[in-house]
């Protein structure tokens, strides 16, 4: 941290406790600033080995308003691999000024993110995986297996005990920021992995939880989700759809359309070109695979759904690809082997999956339209490092009283509400909004949901609030 005129010891309103912390200017992406501070503890990259090299986790906190005493509120990021400072310069920069409100506002670095990556190097491997070439998906995972094994050996090599990259760890990191901040408990918030997360420490640590607001949440056995959920969302996408007449005349059978063009593809893969990151034209066999990968990220909200819907209807009606080749140069790294992040792979891994759910999931991908890509390299990576999963007692749901509000979108394609609901069926306590139209990044969607979080926060029961969020035009593209 740094030292000088800058350095202060700031007191603590919640609990007179002092540390050690910075005192920042914190600019949001939008240009707006606020006062905060920033500060760090330092704990065992592997707090299974004694012999473990020290890490430093890092946060800004953003001071309660005047006259305000409650937990202090600790945001979790989603990811895994999500940075807590960088999410609260983005979009949601106000509502963490509004949290405020409640408690001093912990924008939270989990290991491996953000203030907390400690240099963590990137692995590039050796594996690449041909972009001009058939490609069958047991090819394309056994590439990412090969790829995953010499990551690990590259991490270990290069000082880092990757076995530390749990959420179990994470668990235990949660409990010395609490110890850290002086408080006796804290308030956690968060979004998907973030969720995760949570639900760990609710299991872990619960008499140092006040209470909970989770978003758009994954179970501790739902790191990979059931692909005949994502067929249910087909649906609900389409209920949206019919409701605009534009829409409902362009896309008038959604899932129809998405296995056509998987079949054409899947019997005929087709060589387009690629504007790559320098601007050059680059030879690329456009495969199923490609279309069911970029479409498990695009469903995320009803916004980008859009995106895939017109590219799905673009290869559909007029056999042209442009979209889907827009797509491939922005997002692919062409001509670039496999590369791996450390923080998000190890976590995945390690909070793994069940036999019964994988076998599960192995069979719902025979047929399912987004086949096993959902959450690629998951599970395809499964118990691919020995030691490092964390078995099925992790994965057990938790079981509590501990106040809970989920938000849940009916409209988001990466965790859906019912599942949401079920991974916290053994909390008692559980205020359940559901926000029609919504998609997996809903907290931005509608200062209704800013209500409800600030009436929940202060004691009010808001089970079964209704809430609808605007539905965009689901024929125009969002750039």
């Not at 394309?140 to 270990?156: K, N, S």
Request: aromatic share 6%.
């Amino acid at each position: 941290m740094r030292s000088g005129l800058f350095a202060i010891v700031s007191t603590l309103a919640l609990t007179g406790a002092a540390q050690a912390e910075d005192l920042i200017t914190f600019t949001s992406n939008a240009g707006e600033s606020v006062e905060a501070y920033q500060g760090a503890f330092e704990a065992p990259e592997n707090r299974n080995d004694p012999n473990s090299r020290m890490i430093e986790i890092g946060y800004v906190r953003f001071s309660a308003l005047e006259d305000v005493n409650g937990p202090p509120i600790v945001y979790l990021a989603g990811g895994p691999g999500g940075s807590g400072t960088g999410t609260a310069r983005r979009q949601r920069f106000d509502l963490f000024m509004q949290m405020r409100r409640h408690g001093d506002v912990i924008a939270f670095d989990q290991r491996g993110t953000g203030l907390s990556r400690n240099d963590l190097p990137q692995c590039v491997s050796s594996v690449a995986v041909s972009e001009t070439e058939p490609t069958t998906d047991a090819e394309y995972a056994d590439a990412y297996r090969q790829a995953a094994l010499e990551c690990r050996d590259f991490w270990r090599e290069q000082g880092v005990s990757i076995e530390g990259y749990t959420t179990e760890q994470s668990v235990a990191d949660l409990s010395d920021l609490r110890a850290h901040l002086g408080a006796d408990e804290m308030t956690l918030w968060g979004i998907s992995y973030g969720t995760h997360l949570a639900m760990a420490a609710l299991k872990s640590i619960p008499d140092e939880i006040d209470r909970a607001i989770l978003a758009s949440a994954e179970g501790l056995d739902q790191t990979v989700k059931l692909p005949f959920q994502t067929e249910a969302y087909i649906e609900r996408l389409q209920r949206a759809v019919n409701a605009q007449p534009a829409a409902a005349a362009a896309y008038p059978d959604v899932a129809g359309m998405m296995r056509r063009v998987h079949a054409r593809l899947e019997a005929e893969p087709v060589m387009i070109e690629v504007a790559d990151r320098e601007g050059g034209p680059r030879p690329y066999l456009l495969q199923r695979r490609d279309l069911q990968q970029m479409t498990s990220g695009l469903i995320a909200d009803p916004g980008s759904a859009a995106i895939a819907l017109a590219m799905y209807a673009e290869l559909d009606q007029a056999g042209s690809a442009n979209l889907a080749a827009a797509l491939i140069g922005r997002f692919y790294d062409l001509g670039a082997p496999i590369s791996l992040s450390p923080m998000s792979t190890a976590m995945d891994l390690a909070s793994g999956i069940t036999d019964a759910r994988l076998a599960q999931v192995e069979a719902e991908a025979q047929t399912a339209l987004l086949g096993a890509y959902l959450n690629f390299p998951m599970p395809q990576l499964n118990r691919l490092w020995d030691g490092l999963d964390l078995g099925d007692d992790f994965r057990a749901a938790p079981v509590g009283d501990t106040p809970i509000l989920l938000l849940s979108g009916t409209l988001d394609g990466r965790t859906y509400p019912d599942s949401q609901r079920a991974a916290l069926a053994g909390m008692s306590d559980v205020d359940w909004v559901i926000v029609e139209n919504a998609g997996h990044n809903l907290y931005m969607t509608t200062p209704d949901v800013h209500a409800v979080m600030h009436a929940f926060m202060a004691g009010e029961d808001v089970d079964g609030a209704q809430i609808t969020a605007p539905l965009p035009d689901m024929t125009e593209l969002p750039f």
